[in-house]
Every structure is written in structure tokens, then in C-alpha cells.
Nanobody, 115 residues
Framework: QVQLVESGGGLVQAGGSLRLSCAASGRISSINAMGWYRQASGKQRDLVAVISSAGTTNYADSAKGRFTISRDKVKNTMTLQMSSLKPEDTAVYYC?????????WGQGTQVTVSS
């Protein structure tokens, strides 16, 4: 089994920054990709950013230029540096890990951006 634990969420004013972290543990093998998703209240869960095993990154249009995803393969951690935050970034942010066999989710961390 794989466990994912997110941290770093909180309340921030518009224009501020937050850094989210995700720590993976357990039987981790052959990670294909890790990513961040978010789900605002009453809405579907959407991709924010993803990083492949080769280090290739992709971002949602809403995140481009403001968010940066990175990964430490040795420590099995992933971060999402968020800057210039907007009220519409308010959501629960979930860490996702995909292996060749399964996908895993963290429990989520709340990010609230006040105007």
C-alpha cells in the first residue's frame, strides 16, 4: 500500500504564497507520475499540475506562471509552490501518485484565499 500525506495548506490573503508538500510512503514502485488536483466546494476535482517520472511538468491554464511543481525522487516527496494566489484558488488540494498498477490519493489539504 501507498500512503500520501499532504501538508502546507492554510489561509492566505490574495496575492500571497503557499507551499504544499506531499510525502509518499509504503510500497512505492515504478512511479509514473505525481500530481496535484483541487476540488472547490460543489465542483469537480480538477488537475492543477503534474510531474512525470522524467521530470516533465504540465499545468492547468489557471496555474501557469503562478504555480511550480517539483519532486524529490530520493525522498519521495512532491511540492507545489503557489504564488499570486487568488480567491478562486480556494479549494481542497489533493496529492496524487500513479504507478504502473494503481493510482493513489492523499486526504487533501485546505487552501483558502481571502480577498
Amino acid at each position: 500500500q501507498v500512503q500520501l500525506v499532504e501538508s502546507g495548506g492554510g489561509l492566505v490573503q490574495a496575492g500571497g504564497s503557499l507551499r504544499l508538500s506531499c510525502a509518499a510512503s509504503g510500497r512505492i514502485s515504478s512511479i509514473n507520475a505525481m500530481g496535484w488536483y483541487r476540488q472547490a466546494s460543489g465542483k469537480q476535482r480538477d488537475l492543477v499540475a503534474v510531474i512525470s517520472s522524467a521530470g516533465t511538468t504540465n499545468y492547468a491554464d489557471s496555474a501557469k506562471g503562478r504555480f511550480t511543481i517539483s519532486r524529490d525522487k530520493v525522498k519521495n516527496t512532491m511540492t507545489l509552490q503557489m504564488s499570486s494566489l487568488k480567491p478562486e484558488d480556494t479549494a481542497v488540494y489533493y496529492c496524487n501518485l500513479v504507478t504502473q498498477y494503481m493510482g493513489y490519493w492523499g486526504q487533501g489539504t485546505q487552501v483558502t484565499v481571502s480577498s
